[in-house]
């Protein structure tokens, strides 16, 4: 099983991106899926969670600029984020669980600057 993710990159300010993270390589559903992001020389910490129904959980520095979303068809999740600060830049990494195992994808650095 494979998580990748995508769609990180530089932003000014105020600018919008739009992360995905798909799975791959497993005949079965996907569980819940999650995005976390790591500043230099810190823990991961929770951007957001989705469930398979739909429920969503954000961290309260995100709420109402950030969006995470998935299409169960595609086994992907996405992560829209708006309003982007400096201190968003990390590295983001989905996980997700599938078959009750947690799955981490690979990291994709956002860069917020001007």
């Known amino acids: 099983v494979q998580l990748q993710a995508s769609g990180g990159g530089l932003v000014q300010p105020g600018g919008s991106l739009r992360l995905s993270c798909g799975a791959s390589g497993s005949s079965f559903g996907v569980g819940s899926m999650g995005w976390y992001r790591q500043f230099p020389g810190n823990q991961r910490e929770l951007v957001a969670s989705i469930t398979t129904g739909g429920g969503t959980n954000y961290a309260s520095s995100v709420k109402g600029r950030f969006s995470i979303s998935r299409d169960n068809a595609k086994n992907t999740m996405y992560l829209q984020m708006n309003s982007l600060k400096p201190e968003d830049t990390a590295v983001y990494y989905c996980?997700?669980?599938?078959?009750?195992?947690?799955?981490w994808g690979q990291g994709t650095q956002v860069t917020v600057s001007s």
């Open positions: 996980n997700a669980f599938i078959l009750s195992r947690l799955y």
